[in-house]
């Protein structure tokens, strides 16, 4: 029987600090508030506490994964951490977070796709688990600690941005009826230079001008094509499709890049399926970018609206751009 790769158990976690909508009224001196629950549905976000990391977002999330799904840290095989806020540039995130969690026989490595990077990591885990039977147990965590890097000032992307971690822990299967099915991943990097953290590598290290002029936070410098994402969306969600040999109209869930509401809702409309096939989580938790998808899903599992051999797809875009969409049978 052909080798295939499937989710067994999610988790997600967020930081305990509140900040509500009303705090951005008071710093930035104008009501944002009204915009932002009328256009995205963002009510509050969390971000970390003094002395949190993102690799402690990383843990909580994993513990409450390996908790559903029974298994102890020296279980895990392979740990892929998605974030484009790491502890540090080097080492990796996931060293940090194989030893804090004690996992102490896995493999690790961090990838950077920026918000696209939970469905890229999964993807990753899965061609790992078809292709090696020494892993076993792969434990896949999207993280964003993103509030480390705001400028308070820039109503663009203060507002937006919140904390968190999504996990998920996958393993074989010889059961064609679940699992991976399709995937499709692309770039376009002629728009590398519109959103990011632009200071603290080769191209800029950070020097005193450089934090003066704000340039080691993240920055908008470039509006995006607003089509740009319903497009990408609808075509991708298309083609892995197609190349999963299921039709659009029996996906169940659709997890998406939760950074606008009327772009999923557009993507929704397009490809002609309910507007609740994707499931949001922004209104109380922000924008938060790799973590997102992999923290709603969690929120659908969890819930109890995944069935068994429901088809769901993973639908990410983030800086770079990289645009990275799979299907899974549950």
Known sequence: MARNAKIIATGSYVPERVVPNSFFN???????????????????RRWMVEGQTTSDLCVEAAKNALYMAGLQPEDINLLIISTDTPD???PSTASVVQHKLGLTN?????????????VVATETAAKFIKSDENYKYALV????GMSRFLNLKDKKTCTLFAD?????????????????????????????????IYAGATATPTTHEVVDRGEHQLQFVHKFPKELNPIMWTDMIKTVAERGGFKVSDIKQAFMTQININQIWETMDNLQIPRETAPTIMTYWGYTGSAAIGMALDQSVRSGKLKKGDIFVLMGSGGGLTFACNAFRW
């Open 26 to 44: 008071e710093i930035l001196g104008e009501d944002v508030d009204t915009w932002l629950q009328t256009n995205l549905t963002i009510k509050e």
């Open 88 to 90: 540090f540039i080097s």
């Open 106 to 118: 896995a493999a690790t490595f961090d990838i950077n796709t920026a918000c696209s990077g939970f």
């Open 141 to 144: 965590i999207g993280a964003y």
């Open 164 to 196: 968190g971690a999504g996990a998920a822990i996958m393993t074989a299967t010889t059961d064609s009826s679940e699992g991976h099915i399709s995937s499709d991943i692309r770039t376009k990097g002629e728009y590398y230079g519109h959103m990011g």
